[in-house]
């Protein structure tokens, strides 16, 4: 049997009859964009993440571009950030004209390391964003400790961690604003683009929907130069049904990486995500972690198992920056060991017991 990286049909046989409804409603309708089923999604996920305002956007991406337009980060301010996410979190501040300064991550979340961000911090830096990497919270506690000392603005990049918990809160309830991404493979992903901006801050969530809609006021009174970007309708209602089965699925992605945590401890030189005792993670993605990370990917996909390298480069490493003014690129050591070495085992919602088991022995005869 074949296991593949992640498979999504669960989450349309799941809600099979509710999806085949909503697809014909919205169809006959033919109200494809914003609405009613928007307006109930925002709702849905702000009350799930705990924040006041949830404003729905086109894709994961565009949240952190209108979170940083909205709160006026702009040229030759210096945004601090992880080297260990998504090409978007570190191209949003590109877009905006400021600098991204990278900071180092901890060895064994991945994330972030609070302890690194202090000495990056300049009088031109102006804001922190800390990405819950993998589906695991940052530390927010230390990081909002910072950022508070410091006077910065604090965003979080959540794109990857919908449900994660942290204390007492759930992902998307840090700092002035979260974004979230609904793309496909995400915890909670739709059948199309799609993302939201999470916050408590009611004149910020004011500005975000002005911005996403070309900055008008109102009926053709523009009074900022924004941008189109949006949620339809169809994504909206899938989503909202989506949300209902979320934390059944993220428990799922916890069991796999259980039983992987539990099979494979101690084989070979693996090394197994660390989770912290102050949250709950949801295993967007379950990332292990080798000197022989190709090798193993190669050996495994020869064997019908789906895996990937998250991620070939840490982005200070993209040349790309390199040519950005005033950009000085940094040494990070633990990020650059990092590189090539971390690999994906699937643990999607729906994986079967015999897969989980048929990954456990392909990566027991690698090392055999
Ligand atoms: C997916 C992702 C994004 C971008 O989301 P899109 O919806 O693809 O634009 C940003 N940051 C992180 C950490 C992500 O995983």
């Not at 046989?13 to 609405?35: C, H, P």
């Not at 604090?154 to 204390?167: N, S, T």
């Not at 000197?291 to 495994?300: H, S």
């Not at 998250?310 to 940094?330: C, I, N, R, S």
């Amino acid at each position: 049997m074949a296991v593949p990286m992640l498979d999504l049909r669960i989450q349309y046989t799941e809600l099979q009859n509710e999806s085949d409804a909503l697809w014909r409603d919205v169809m006959s309708n033919a109200a494809y964009i914003g609405g009613p089923r928007v307006t109930q999604l925002e709702e849905d996920i702000a009350s799930y993440c705990g924040v006041k305002h949830c404003i729905a956007c086109g894709n994961g991406t565009d949240a952190l571009f209108l979170i940083l337009e909205a709160l006026g980060i702009r040229k030759r301010d210096e945004v601090i950030t992880t080297p260990w996410t998504f090409f978007a979190t570190a191209e949003c501040i590109v877009h905006m004209g400021a600098t991204p300064v990278f900071v180092d991550i901890e060895a064994d979340t991945y994330n972030i390391d609070p302890d690194t961000i202090e000495a990056a911090i300049t009088p031109r830096t102006k804001a922190i964003i800390p990405v819950d990497i993998f589906g695991q919270c940052a530390d927010w506690d230390a990081i909002q400790a910072i950022a508070d000392r410091h006077g910065l603005l604090l965003i979080e990049d959540a794109c990857q961690a919908i449900g994660a918990g942290y204390r007492t809160r759930r992902a998307g309830s840090f700092g002035r604003a979260a974004a979230f991404s609904f793309f496909p493979t995400k915890n909670l992903g739709g059948a199309g683009d799609g993302g939201c901006i999470t916050t408590d801050d009611d004149a910020l969530a004011e500005r975000v929907r002005l911005i996403a809609k070309h900055g008008e006021a109102g009926k053709y009174l523009h009074t900022a130069f924004g941008v189109n970007s949006r949620l339809d309708a169809l994504q909206a209602g899938l989503l909202s049904l989506r949300l209902t089965k979320l934390d059944a699925w993220n428990e799922q992605r916890r069991s796999a990486a259980a039983y992987y945590r539990q099979q494979l401890s101690g084989v070979g030189d693996l090394v197994m995500p660390v989770e912290r005792d102050y949250g709950r993670a949801v295993y967007h993605l379950f990332m292990v972690r080798s000197a022989q990370a190709t090798d193993i990917v190669d050996f495994l996909r020869d064997r019908g198992i789906g895996t990937a390298i998250y991620y070939p480069k840490a982005l200070h490493q993209q040349e790309v920056f390199e040519t950005l003014p005033g950009y000085q690129k940094p040494r990070l050591p633990i990020a650059e060991a990092c590189a090539n070495k971390l690999f994906a085992l699937p643990a999607w919602p729906g994986i079967q017991t015999e897969q989980l088991e048929q990954v456990v022995d392909a990566v027991h005869a690698y090392f055999d």
